[in-house]
């Protein structure tokens, strides 16, 4: 139903930046919310940040001070920019979409975006 693609990954020194993009494509008018996560070699998916229909927003200690999520509606397009990079910020960067209905909750995943930070 709801389609999404990652791009903006690199390798990047610490302390630098990257912004992230995730482009959503079919029927957005039913998302509620969208969400970044990211998971490194060895560990499980992580929750990142999110932000809702309202644009409040949520992140997860680690990247609070340094990441910022937005929206472009227009462009059906979310942001991730990640300023004052870590190598511990390296790992797969995925954009999921979720959306409620009466038969339940869903979701969609991109395909991912390497993220490397360089120490």
């Known amino acids: 139903q709801v389609q999404l693609v990652e791009s903006g990954g690199g390798l990047v020194q610490a302390g630098g930046s990257l912004r992230l993009s995730c482009a959503a494509s079919?029927?957005?008018?039913?998302?509620?919310?969208i969400g970044w996560y990211r998971q490194a070699p060895g560990k499980q998916r992580e929750l990142v940040a999110t932000?809702?229909?309202?644009?409040?927003?949520y992140y997860t200690d680690s990247v609070k001070g340094r990441f910022t999520i937005s929206r472009d509606n227009a462009k059906n397009t979310v942001y991730l920019q990640m300023n004052s990079l870590k190598p511990e910020d390296t790992a797969v960067y995925y954009c999921?979409?979720?959306?409620?209905?009466?038969?339940?909750?869903?979701?969609?995943w991109g395909q991912g975006t390497q993220v490397t930070v360089s120490s």
């Open positions: 932000i809702r229909r309202d644009d409040s927003t």
């Open positions: 999921k979409a979720q959306w409620i209905t009466t038969d339940g909750a869903f979701a969609s």
């Open positions: 079919g029927s957005t008018f039913s998302v509620n919310a």
